[in-house]
């Protein structure tokens, strides 16, 4: 099984700072990875996807990065509705998919 | 536009049994494979079992083999989860998903089961 962390566990950030979110799998993903996003008693929502592609109607100031076993998501310019917790999840070794146990922002 | 509802949590004793329910909506669900995650109270999310578009193979965490079975109708665009032998454990909001295998997640509102005596 691919085993997925993310660093840190959580941060504390103003509005208008820019938030980076790093992801790392134990073995190549080739890119296939996604990133959601999820606020207190919701499901997760989809941000990004093949690793840098936006999800349609998601704002551009997330972005993503990496390539082979590391990975990032950016918030450019963290905004109110941005304080939530944010999860990568792998692809590319299916049925099976993991996540990673997930990155709190809250506010400073 | 797609719509993902579960229905069928609650609270069960250790050693229960309760069967989750998906309706699906809004998207051809013949044609697509559908996956079960939990997530308990606190904690991160956990992939619990995937059944292919047409139900012909299924595939499981180890924490759940031989306890759960997932299942589809497609006349009835339903997803179910048949949960046996329940643990204390098992407690978590249960989330039906399609796509999480392109990439492409999208989830229903959740589900809460609760195992406690």
């Known amino acids: 099984d691919i085993q997925m962390t993310q660093s840190p566990s959580s941060l504390s950030a103003s509005v208008g700072d820019r938030v980076t979110i790093t992801c790392r799998a134990s073995?190549?993903?080739?890119?296939?990875l996604a990133w959601y996003q999820q606020k207190p008693g919701k499901a997760p929502k989809l941000l990004l996807y093949?690793?840098?592609r936006l999800e349609s109607g998601v704002p551009s100031r997330f972005s993503g990065s990496g390539s082979g076993t590391d990975y990032t998501l950016t918030i450019s310019s963290l905004q109110p509705e941005d304080f939530a917790t944010y999860y990568c999840?792998?692809?590319?070794?299916?049925?099976?998919?993991?996540f990673g146990p997930g990155t709190k922002v809250d506010i400073k | 536009q797609v719509q993902l509802v579960e229905s069928g949590g609650g609270v069960v004793q250790p050693g229960g049994s309760l069967r989750l329910s998906c309706a699906a909506s809004?998207?051809?669900?013949?044609?697509?494979?559908m996956h079960w995650v939990r997530q308990a109270p606190g904690k991160g999310l956990e992939w619990v079992a995937f059944?292919?578009?047409?139900?012909?193979?299924?595939y499981y965490a180890d924490s759940v083999k031989g306890r759960f079975t997932i299942s589809r109708d497609n006349s009835k665009n339903t997803l179910y989860l048949q949960m046996n032998s329940l643990r204390a454990e098992d407690t978590a909001v249960y989330y039906c998903?399609?796509?999480?295998?392109?990439?492409?997640?999208?989830w229903g509102q959740g589900t809460l089961v609760t195992v406690s005596s």
């Open positions: 809004g998207f051809t669900f013949s044609s697509y494979g």
């Open positions: 093949a690793a840098s």
């Open positions: 999840q792998q692809y590319y070794s299916t049925p099976g998919v993991t």
């Open positions: 073995q190549g993903i080739s890119n296939s």
């Open positions: 059944i292919r578009y047409d139900g012909s193979n299924k």
């Open positions: 998903a399609k796509g999480l295998g392109d990439g492409r997640g999208y």
